[in-house]
């Protein structure tokens, strides 16, 4: 499956990562159900101990409702500057062992390995090194493509290492739920299973036709090729989304356009003092809007060269607030900079574009 001729992915996904961090500077909480969360009455889980998990606590649930199911648990505030910088530490001892590493967000990377003799080898001593190095563990997938190197590392966490070839992945996930599939969310998910298909065997073997029944010819090809675990991306340095944002979700929705417009002059501030420090800069702000009903709006300007101060960003982030003029109470408010390139490496393109 990973001979020279083939091509081999690696998937590497670092266990309950924030925690496992968290972890290291408060060991006494080992063993505890540990969460870790934002404070306000309407945030969400980040990530949650294996030992939460058990209680059902998981990524993305409402805090609330995390204390609810498990009110013995440790809550713990996040703080992304730590988790970076662990990150940063596992990063650079994975480059070190593999040429070509394609990081996606703090905690995980795909690896190109086709041109490495022993992959399977490899991998086990560079899980061995990020263990020894920085005391974190990680999970492991092995395959012949991203998707199957993806669905293969979350198959047996924690401390998993699977490798599958395209077929043994046909089989081994014959019975899944579509939504094991990357890409394949909640309402794709229904609008299959109102065609009757619910698992990845069916997926794959549904008539063409069926499928065209819920979606463009051009869809139903592509789900069935991802059913059949088929996938032809390259594992690439560039990361394709390359931004900096901050966003807050209120503990009571705000409609007053005074205390929206001083909010996001917070934020605004705060994402440029991350930016300075990076020495980063965009040329695109962009700001997101939740309303109420759950709604979400976003609105972006793309400028003439890249930004990342303060006095730059913010006209712009206010500029597109009052434009949008909520139309209802605001539950969630967020700015982002997009487009980041070396603040020595900013360029001025030809002309201004707009987008909303």
Do not use: W
Request: glycine share 8%; with cysteine; net charge positive.
């Amino acid at each position: 499956m990973c001979a020279m001729s083939d091509r081999c992915v690696a998937h590497i996904d670092m266990d309950a990562f924030y925690v496992s961090v968290e972890l290291r500077r408060r060991p006494e909480l080992r063993g505890q159900p540990v969460i870790v969360a934002g404070p306000g009455a309407r945030s969400v889980v980040t990530t949650a101990s294996y030992e939460a998990r058990r209680f059902g606590v998981g990524s993305a649930m409402p805090t609330s409702r995390a204390r609810r199911l498990c009110p013995e648990g440790v809550f713990l505030t996040p703080d992304f500057e730590y988790y970076r910088a662990a990150s940063a530490e596992v990063m650079r001892i994975i480059r070190r062992a593999v040429a070509t590493v394609e990081a996606v967000g703090l905690d995980e990377a795909y690896l190109e390995l086709s041109a490495v003799t022993e992959p399977v080898g490899l991998m086990q001593r560079l899980v061995a090194e990020i263990l020894s190095s920085t005391g974190l563990r990680a999970s492991v997938g092995i395959g012949p493509n991203k998707l199957v190197a993806k669905v293969a590392s979350d198959a047996e966490k924690p401390a998993g290492f699977v490798v599958l070839s395209r077929e043994q992945a046909c089989a081994r996930f014959a019975r899944s739920s579509c939504r094991l599939i990357p890409g394949i969310g909640e309402k794709t998910a229904l609008r299959l299973e109102a065609l009757g298909v619910r698992t990845l065997e069916q997926l794959a073997g549904v008539q063409r036709g069926e499928l065209e029944r819920g979606f463009t010819a051009r869809t139903a090809a592509h789900l069935q090729a991802l059913a059949r675990f088929e996938h032809a991306g390259e594992v690439t340095e560039q990361r394709r989304v390359v931004s900096e944002s901050r966003e807050r979700t209120f503990d009571r929705d705000v409609s007053d356009a005074t205390v929206l417009a001083r909010i996001l002059a917070g934020q605004v501030s705060e994402l440029c003092a991350a930016l300075e420090r990076q020495g980063r800069a965009g040329r695109t702000v962009a700001i997101k809007v939740r309303l109420d009903d759950f709604s979400t709006h976003t609105r972006a300007r793309t400028l003439r060269c890249a930004v990342s101060a303060e006095r730059d960003v913010g006209p712009v982030a206010q500029a597109l607030l009052e434009g949008f003029a909520a139309p209802r109470p605001v539950r969630l408010l967020g700015v982002r900079v997009a487009g980041l390139v070396s603040a020595d490496a900013r360029e001025e393109p030809r002309q201004l574009s707009l987008s909303l």
